[in-house]
């Protein structure tokens, strides 16, 4: 089946930019998210890129996408502690409705 | 207004119970799905509903029952649960089945004693 991957944990200091990468194997992929998690909440949509672009802003945020490499960011410009989460990268292939996700990227920021 | 309420938010129950769990979107979404999340791990589809009728069950056991009264609506109705089964349900909504984006609720937090 497909598979989509992340590191488990990423540690900056506050006003640092954080990345976060993510990697899928499915090559029919449509759109790829990017979701943020609380701990006790549920997955706030934070963005999502279509597969036929590189780079999409919105204001901290910046996602790039390497398609010939299957390869996806997030980069967090001057990281907060509100930032502190759990962030899941995921890949809508082309069958539809069925969203992969990958194992979370656990982000914490020190003061 | 992107927003999936679940409710409850916290539950507790015990083997021999019957419980329900209800999430409800009022974004005119036609694709309503039920995940299921253990700790540190990414969710699990259960099951999809499109335009109110079941169209995804991912092999889930029998002791769990989706039911979806209307197109803004989604029950999971729980019974004879074990406690391997505790774990955060997520309720999402989406446009249509189809591509779209998925928007998630706040969950229930489950415990099986």
């Known amino acids: 089946g497909e598979d989509v991957e992340q590191s488990l944990f990423l540690s900056v200091r506050e006003g640092d930019s954080s990345v976060i990468n993510c990697t899928y194997t499915?090559?029919?992929?449509?759109?790829l998210y990017w979701y943020k998690q609380e701990p006790g909440a549920g997955l706030r949509l934070l963005t999502y890129i279509f597969s036929n672009m590189d780079m999409k802003q919105d204001q901290r945020l910046t996602v790039l996408l390497n398609k010939k490499d299957k390869h996806l960011s997030l980069r967090i410009a001057d990281t907060q502690t509100g930032d502190s989460a759990i962030y899941f990268c995921?890949?809508?292939?082309?069958?539809?409705?069925?969203?992969?996700f990958g194992g979370g990227t656990r982000l914490m920021v020190k003061p | 207004d992107t927003e999936v309420t679940q409710t409850p938010k916290h539950l507790v129950m015990g083997m021999t119970n019957k419980k329900s769990l209800k999430c409800e979107q009022h974004m005119g979404h036609r694709a309503m799905y039920w995940y299921k999340q253990k700790a540190k791990k990414p969710p699990e589809l259960m099951f999809v509903?499109?335009?109110?009728?079941?169209?995804i069950n991912e092999s889930v056991p029998s002791r769990f029952s989706p039911e979806c009264p209307n197109s803004s609506l989604l029950n999971l109705h729980l019974h004879a649960l074990q406690p391997e089964d505790s774990a955060l349900y997520l309720c999402?909504?989406?446009?249509?089945?189809?591509?779209?984006?998925?928007?998630f609720g706040p969950g229930t937090r489950l415990l099986v004693l």
């Open positions: 999402a909504s989406s446009q249509s089945s189809y591509g779209e984006t998925q928007y």
């Open positions: 995921a890949e809508m292939g082309n069958a539809g409705n069925m969203l992969t």
């Open positions: 499915d090559s029919s992929s449509t759109y």
């Open positions: 509903y499109s335009y109110e009728k079941l169209s």
